[in-house]
């Protein structure tokens, strides 16, 4: 027998760990603890498999039902859902390793640990902040120039031209690292030079990091 939303709220917790059931193979189980947890029991390839579906009630009871008909569906399809989602896990994880901001900062650790300077260190922490906004949580692979060439122009537009350059060099020497640690097939600020209007002033930029 399937329970409501309200028997599964009024639940208490018991001496020992106990199972309300909801149909399909999906129960809640409810901790000594008081801790709710949502877990499906299903079949692949002939043996009995188990998924956690969640934390009720992080995980309601409706959105419980709608994982256990996505994990039916997979099975139907051949898949194991307790697989898939360890692999998501890892493609998550694996992901957030591959942002911008976490690449350009193992570079500057890098860099740190080789003895460059603290100030230049600073330097490059401030760069980072600068396009974190814009860039820091996209996975660095996926970035195309027309995003990194949109921060550049507001800066350069705002009359900040040496700070757009310092941009520009800074981001190629994070591309460039990814590239080189296999997590980007290219530099895409190496796309952009010319891009930046050229100044009257012969200030050099300092190429530190």
């Not at 603290?118 to 860039?135: F, R, S």
């Not at 290219?186 to 990091?209: C, F, K, M, V």
Request: aromatic share 6%; hydrophobic share 40%.
């Amino acid at each position: 027998m399937a329970h409501s939303d309200s028997a599964i709220r009024a639940a208490k917790p018991a001496e020992k760990p106990y199972k309300l059931f909801n149909g399909g193979g999906l129960s809640l189980m409810v901790a000594p603890s008081g801790g709710k947890l949502w877990r499906l029991k299903y079949r692949h390839m002939g043996k009995e498999q188990a998924l956690s579906l969640g934390r009720y009630p992080d995980v309601g009871l409706k959105e419980a039902r709608e994982r256990r008909e996505e994990a039916r569906k997979m099975v139907e399809a051949g898949l194991n859902p307790s697989f898939e989602k360890k692999c998501a896990a890892i493609a998550a994880s694996v992901g957030a390793a591959n942002t911008f901001k976490a690449i350009a900062d193992e570079l500057i650790e890098k860099r740190s640990r080789e003895g460059l300077k603290t100030i230049t260190t600073d330097k490059a922490k401030w760069l980072l902040a600068q396009l974190e906004p814009a860039l820091g949580s996209r996975p660095v692979a996926e970035i195309e120039p027309y995003e990194l060439l949109a921060v550049l122009k507001k800066v350069e537009l705002s009359g900040r031209h040496e700070t757009a350059k310092r941009l520009l060099a800074f981001s190629g020497r994070v591309f460039r690292y990814a590239v080189a640690t296999t997590r980007a097939n290219r530099n895409i600020a190496a796309d952009l030079q010319g891009a930046l209007a050229r100044r009257s002033t012969r200030l050099q930029e300092q190429d530190h990091l």
